[in-house]
């Protein structure tokens, strides 16, 4: 038999918890506990907390995006940013110095780099042919 993998684990959680509030939310999630006790997964609750909090973002139509900059940016300028992506965006911003200028966002495996050291570089290869 297969093993079930944390992200199984975090889908099905979804699919039992969905809805519901209260006592049976309560009874849902002792039940979901006993499982992962009986699987010797409990060790494995954080991880199987990050994917279900992902998986749960995704049905929900939540973009996590990774804004980083040369610079700490503002609020209005990471809003627009943001808004760029859609309605339901959250937003982590870092700060590498490294870049020069410009941003890089990063949103799941895709990345938009905008950043002066990565048009530098284009620019160095592009010379240098």
């Known amino acids: 038999m297969a093993k079930t993998s944390n992200k199984q684990y975090a889908h099905a959680l979804y699919e039992i918890s969905i809805g519901l509030k209260?006592?049976?939310l309560d009874s849902s999630l002792r039940a979901?506990?006993?499982l992962l006790v009986r699987n010797h997964k409990l060790k494995q609750a954080h991880n199987i907390i990050d994917e279900f909090i992902s998986y749960t973002k995704k049905q929900e139509?939540?973009?996590e995006l990774e804004?980083?900059?040369a610079r700490q940016?503002?609020?209005k300028t990471i809003e627009i940013i943001k808004k760029a992506f859609g309605e339901k965006v959250e937003a982590i911003q870092n700060v590498d110095e490294d870049l020069i200028g410009g941003v890089r966002v990063k949103m799941g495996d895709k990345i938009l780099d905008g950043s002066l050291k990565s048009q530098l570089r284009a620019l160095h290869e592009l010379l240098s042919r």
Request: no cysteine; glycine share 14%; hydrophobic share 40%.
């Open 73 to 75: 940016l503002d609020e």
């Open 32 to 34: 979901f506990v006993e």
């Open 61 to 63: 139509g939540v973009v």
């Open 22 to 24: 209260g006592s049976d």
């Open 67 to 69: 804004i980083t900059s």
